[in-house]
Nanobody, 120 residues
Framework: QVQLVESGGGLVQAGGSLRLSCAASGGTFNYFNMGWYRQAPGKEREFVAGITWSGGITAYGDSVKGRFTISRENAKNTVYLQMNSLKPEDTASYYC?????????????WGQGTQVTVSS
């Protein structure tokens, strides 16, 4: 059973940066496509970023392109989300996901989420 644990969320001012981490255990991390999704209160879950198992291909939601960067370290079973130029509308719970058949399509494994709050 794959377990995902996110960390790195917090409160930041608009224009600031945060880096989220997602540590995986219990599965073959190196073969999983990984993704980040977010959900704000009263809104639907939104695709943020995805990365293929090799790290060779990445994809981003339109609202974060040019500001967020996803990366992974297979040796550490960890995927990262570097978030720059944060805006109040980025405020949400951010969830790590594993196992999607293609980027932007979530797999079956989810973390518990980490809260990101951006103040104006």
């Amino acid at each position: 059973q794959v377990q995902l644990v996110e960390s790195g969320g917090g409160l930041v001012q608009a224009g600031g940066s945060l880096r989220l981490s997602c540590a995986a255990s219990g599965g073959t991390f190196n073969y999983f496509n990984m993704g980040w999704y977010r959900q704000a209160p009263g809104k639907e879950r939104e695709f943020v970023a995805g990365i293929t198992w090799s790290g060779g291909i990445t994809a981003y939601g339109d609202s974060v392109k040019g500001r967020f960067t996803i990366s992974r370290e297979n040796a550490k079973n960890t995927v990262y989300l570097q978030m720059n130029s944060l805006k109040p509308e980025d405020t949400a719970s951010y969830y790590c996901n594993a196992g999607g058949v293609r980027l932007g399509v979530p797999g079956n494994y989810w973390g518990q989420g980490t809260q990101v709050t951006v103040s104006s």
